[in-house]
């Protein structure tokens, strides 16, 4: 059974940059996966921030940027801001149209 | 801009069915790839299937973990889409949120607001 792997945890000091990271139990992540990244406060519904890897969602900064580091897809947010303190999820293309989150990566601003 | 609805039953006994519908305005039901997601109270995100069109005809895939639980349809002149959840337990309670996939890619680019549906007697 294949699991996407996040960092349950994370912080970073406001204006500084962070890279969160998704990757797979089996195998390496690539362009192929169309990695997906969420950003989520509490008690409100998800929102899509990069698409297919690098694409930025309408509305988003480029302070957010999406890429494939080594083996796992990236997400990178530069000059941190308190309104970032967020969870934020990927999402992977599993092959065959099955897709599948990870389980989420709490990040602190502090 | 792709906006999305759900509605549904408020609570849904065990062992039966439950039935959602994603309306959809700002987009063509043809253009995209409609998916549904749940989140269960305090956990993550998770994904459970999605329908489309592709060559002209509807296809569906869904999390190999749901089953044959899963079904999903869509009525183009309604511009809805539907998921049914069948012999659901308390572990499907969950918020459940329709989506849509990014123009001209894949995954999820459009979220609805999300309709939370208890499993409970």
């Known amino acids: 059974q294949t699991v996407v792997t996040q960092e349950p945890s994370f912080s970073v000091s406001p204006g500084g940059t962070v890279t969160l990271t998704c990757g797979l139990s089996?195998?390496?992540?690539?362009?192929?996966?169309?990695p997906n990244w969420f950003q989520q406060t509490p008690g409100q519904a998800p929102r899509t921030l990069i698409y297919?890897?690098?694409g930025r969602s309408s509305g988003v900064p480029d302070r957010f940027s999406g890429s494939i580091l080594g083996n796992k897809a990236a997400l990178t947010i530069t000059g941190a801001q308190a309104d970032d303190e967020s969870d934020y999820y990927c999402?992977?293309?599993?092959?065959?149209?099955?897709?599948?989150f990870g389980g989420g990566t709490k990040l602190t601003v502090l | 801009q792709v906006q999305l609805q759900e509605s549904g039953p408020g609570l849904v006994n065990p062992s039966e069915t439950l039935s959602l519908t994603c309306t959809v305005s700002?987009?063509?039901?043809?253009?995209?790839?409609w998916s549904w997601i749940r989140q269960p109270p305090g956990k993550g995100l998770e994904w459970i299937g999605w329908?489309?069109?592709?060559?002209?005809?509807?296809?569906?895939k869904s999390n190999p973990s749901l089953g044959s639980r899963v079904t999903m349809s869509l009525d183009t002149s309604k511009r809805q889409f539907s998921l049914n959840l069948a012999s659901v337990t308390a572990a499907d309670t969950a918020v459940y949120y329709c989506?849509?996939?990014?123009?001209?890619?894949?995954?999820?680019?459009?979220w609805g607001q999300g309709t939370l549906v208890p499993v409970s007697s």
């Open positions: 989506a849509s996939s990014p123009e001209g890619s894949y995954g999820v680019g459009y």
């Open positions: 700002g987009a063509s039901i043809s253009d995209y790839y």
């Open positions: 329908i489309g069109y592709s060559d002209y005809s509807v296809t569906t």
């Open positions: 089996s195998g390496s992540v690539s362009t192929r996966n169309s």
């Open positions: 297919n890897t690098n």
């Open positions: 999402l992977l293309h599993l092959g065959s149209g099955i897709w599948m």
